[in-house]
């Protein structure tokens, strides 16, 4: 285990400015530690918090399981830094396309926002290059099974 001393200080300074005044047996447990992390960064830590799971108090279970909602429901929700900058919010609603939710791959809880676009064809004496763009276009944007945020042409607006 880490001691008190170790653990007010940041792993990189302790590393590099503390490991050579240490005693051996602090040493032992830097490379124990540095051991384990690299075992997490394998991967491991799964298994390492698989492992862990069982032995806690439901109490403690129940909030590993609310802060493990909250991170999914986090992970599918779209703000405005995940769209394109010139995409504009629109009213309708998906079911107002000839477009089902289960043609679009939507991960389990995702919602989906229909949001109006222009897009440059980067042609290099088109029109579009003047800052205006083609469109504006109706698009779909939601969360992928994998998390990932994609987009579906919905229509010209």
Known sequence: MLTQDMEKQTIPTYLTEGIDRQKNPQLEEIAEFIEQLLEWHKGDIANYLTEGIPKQ???TLEAIQEQIS????RNL???????PDNAEPVDDELESFDVERDELDIASGSSVY???QRRNCNKPHCSCNNGKGHGPY???YFRGPDGRLKSKYLSKH
């Open 57 to 59: 108090d439901p109490e």
């Open 70 to 73: 909250e991170q999914m429901e």
């Open 77 to 83: 929700e779209i703000t405005e830094d995940d769209l």
């Open 114 to 116: 229909v949001y109006s």
């Open 138 to 140: 109706l698009y779909a």
